[in-house]
């Protein structure tokens, strides 16, 4: 069972709009996250090796949330709520939980806008009340006219194959399956796209794999795909880069001296290589005509 906790607010208000996930505020209804991906940003001594064991659940979420939109939405301080930016909205316990689901209920009667980032195929269940928020959600001025609706949904990828989605994301829904849960969301009219983050390494990166993430996001009639590299800290046991080498090591031994080399004194690829990659993003997203922001 998860540990249930109780927080002192759950609005979190952003210092500014982020260009790629356009988040006003973020609002994150778990505590750590099961799916575990041993590259999370949010790693670290704090949650332990297994994020999944360290999960909570913020029970008086529903409460806040409802208090602190209507607060905002009385001074018209609208503005689009990402969900989440530090957990996943639809972890294996939301089934039973229902929180985000609460919460876009709540989000709807006070007529805020919403990103959702997932990894999950679970999102299906709350297209309903997506779909209302898209229709009737109130924009900050300045969104109205270019983007014009309520609602946007983003798909998490760091790789098409399941096998290696298996290492390196080992809670999270299958690609397949997520793949399947965005075409669902694309069909019915959602404005629906990908962020292709972070990016593996001579995993997920090679010029083949990057047609294949490309042809079939275009296939599947996503707007947009935002890719990054990878970030890698720390030397703790905990730790993202730890964890991330160690899987290396374990599962792709011919890659180790290469990732050894490049992430043993920095947490991030070498410029020549992050410039290399960006200039081949913009090729690709050229190439097969999807934007690289959501707006
Ligand atoms: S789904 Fe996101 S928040 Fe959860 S472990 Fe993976 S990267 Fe971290």
């Not at 982020?18 to 778990?30: K, S």
Request: proline share 4%; glycine share 4%; net charge positive.
């Amino acid at each position: 069972m998860p540990k249930e906790i109780i927080v002192k607010s759950i609005l979190n208000k952003t210092k500014k709009r982020d260009a790629w996930f356009l988040d006003d505020y973020t609002v994150n209804l778990y505590s750590s996250c099961s799916f575990n991906c041993l590259y999370c940003y949010i790693r670290g001594s704090k949650y332990g090796t297994n994020l999944a064991a360290s999960l909570s659940v913020k029970t008086n979420a529903i409460e806040l949330l409802d208090k602190q939109l209507g607060n905002r939405s009385k001074k018209g301080q609208y503005g689009i709520i990402v969900l989440s930016s530090a957990t996943d909205p639809y972890l294996q316990i939301e089934k039973d939980y229902e929180l985000t689901r609460q919460a876009l209920q709540v989000i709807l009667k006070h007529r805020f806008p919403v990103h959702v980032i997932t990894k999950s195929a679970l999102i299906k269940r709350d297209l309903d009340l997506l779909k209302e928020i898209d229709k009737v959600a109130i924009l900050p001025k300045d969104l109205k006219t270019s983007l014009g609706r309520g609602c946007i949904i983003t798909f998490s990828f760091s790789t098409l194959d399941d096998d290696v989605a298996s290492i390196f994301e080992p809670g999270a829904t299958r690609p397949s399956d997520r793949l399947d849960a965005m075409k669902v969301a694309i069909d019915q009219g959602f404005l629906t796209g990908v962020s292709m983050m972070p990016m593996l390494p001579f995993i997920s990166d090679t010029t083949e794999h990057l047609n294949l993430l490309f042809s079939t996001f275009k296939e599947c009639g996503a707007s947009y795909v935002m890719p990054a590299t990878i970030t890698l800290f720390g030397n703790g046991k905990a730790d993202s880069k730890t964890l991330v080498l160690n899987a290396i090591q374990k599962h792709f031994p011919h890659l180790e001296q290469r990732y050894t080399k490049y992430f043993s004194n920095s947490h991030e690829l070498p410029a020549y290589y992050r410039d290399a990659f960006y200039k081949k993003m913009k090729e690709l997203s050229e190439v097969y005509g999807i934007s690289d922001r959501i707006i």
